[in-house]
């Protein structure tokens, strides 16, 4: 029985897998076909720059040259075109474009990382780790904080904290997040002085490691609060529709007739199924939170991922915007993938 149990269970899970692959390489092949010849054209651009480049590095052969060394670039530039294939269809090259996006092998047009590399893998490891450090700080505690208030809300359900806690957390998540963001820009920057109005660090930032740590917590204080105080209204009322869905089921029904304690029957009972959806909430939003928020850093001036997003948009920088589809969609699969698995093992009705 062991054993039957673990190859269903393996082939579950190699074919979330193998889903998960397929999803990634249509959404792939979809963004070449939209872009395809948008690559040629940069990798193109690269080539002939590159080309001018050395060959503007050989005086001695530009003396040579003297009025052919725009004919011998065009040659040479000609040459390289052919050799890697870009003047074929886009769809003649499908797996070299697919490769190029897959390992970030462009060169941004306008954005460049601090180290001033243009490589949109270097941009785009640029600005994760701090939108991780904003956004997805801001999430946890919001799911955490939301989550308990539910949880508080579900085992009170008519009472007066229940009502303050629905009613607080509707008003919560009803207002937009950039506009709550100008209103403490205006009150704890502008009015009372509190905080920075926004940016990362100070400018210029500190030199000594545990001043720049403490900037950089003191200038995320006023976005992190922004997006806790929006953000928790809606994981507290969610937690407690689920939290109070599930004590309608027939088995929590069963429990309460058996006369065990509300706190038992909320926690054996009605919890244990709830996490399921709990967890896809925590799940899915952990992933949306790599992405930032884009009106939310433009407000607050944070240099994350949201920020590159427009800044690429604005400047039509293709490479950037590829790159970046290209990483939201990996890490949106991988976190399905793990989901799917989270389930099989949590939930027996979805193992066979």
């Given at each position: 029985m062991g054993l039957k149990y673990n190859k269903?269970?393996?082939?579950?899970?190699a074919s979330r897998l193998a889903d998960a692959a397929l999803?990634?390489?249509?959404?792939?092949?979809?963004?070449?076909?939209m872009f395809g010849g948008l690559i040629a054209e940069i990798k193109k651009q690269m080539i002939e720059d590159e080309v001018k480049r050395w060959v503007m590095s050989q005086p001695?052969?530009?003396?040579?040259?003297?009025?052919?060394?725009?004919?011998?670039?065009?040659?040479?530039?000609?040459?390289?075109?052919?050799?890697?294939?870009?003047?074929?269809?886009?769809?003649?090259?499908?797996?070299?474009?697919?490769?190029?996006?897959?390992t970030l092998d462009m060169r941004s047009h306008v954005l460049r990382?601090?180290?001033?590399?243009?490589?949109?893998?270097?941009?785009?490891?640029?600005r994760l780790p701090r939108t991780v450090l904003l956004f997805t700080t801001a999430t946890v505690i919001s799911a955490l904080i939301g989550i308990l208030l539910g949880l508080v809300a579900a085992y009170?359900?008519?009472?007066?904290?229940?009502?303050?806690?629905?009613?607080?957390?509707?008003?919560?998540?009803?207002?937009?997040?950039?506009?709550?963001?100008?209103i403490m820009i205006e009150v704890f920057s502008y009015a009372l002085g509190v905080f920075p109005s926004g940016g990362m660090t100070s400018v210029p930032p500190p030199s000594d490691p545990i001043a720049y740590v403490a900037d950089v917590l003191y200038h995320m204080?006023?976005?992190?609060?922004t997006i806790v105080l929006v953000?928790?209204?809606?994981?507290?009322?969610?937690?407690?529709?689920?939290?109070?869905?599930a004590t309608k089921e027939d088995f929590v029904l069963a429990a309460k007739a058996r006369g065990l304690a509300e706190r038992t029957v909320l926690l054996r009972h009605v919890l244990r199924p709830s996490i399921p959806p709990i967890l896809t909430m925590i799940a899915l939003s952990l992933v949306a939170s790599l992405s930032g928020a884009i009106i939310t850093e433009i407000v607050f001036n944070w240099p994350g991922m949201g920020l590159l997003y427009w800044e690429a948009i604005e400047t039509l920088d293709v490479p950037v915007i590829l790159g970046l589809t290209y990483i939201f969609t990996l890490v949106f699969v991988i976190a399905m993938v793990i989901l799917d698995v989270m389930y099989i093992v949590l939930d027996p009705r979805v193992r066979w």
């Open positions: 269903q269970l393996t082939l579950k899970v999803v990634l390489l249509i959404v792939l092949i979809i963004t070449v076909a001695q052969l530009v003396q040579k040259l003297g009025e052919k060394v725009k004919d011998f670039i065009k040659e040479q530039v000609e040459e390289r075109i052919k050799a890697e294939g870009l003047d074929k269809p886009w769809y003649a090259n499908l797996l070299y474009y697919l490769s190029t996006v897959v990382s601090n180290t001033g590399s243009q490589l949109v893998k270097d941009i785009i490891m640029e009170k359900r008519g009472s007066v904290v229940d009502k303050l806690v629905t009613v607080a957390a509707l008003i919560s998540a009803s207002f937009p997040m950039w506009w709550i963001g100008m204080s006023l976005p992190l609060l953000s928790v209204g809606g994981w507290a009322y969610v937690t407690r529709s689920i939290l109070v869905g």
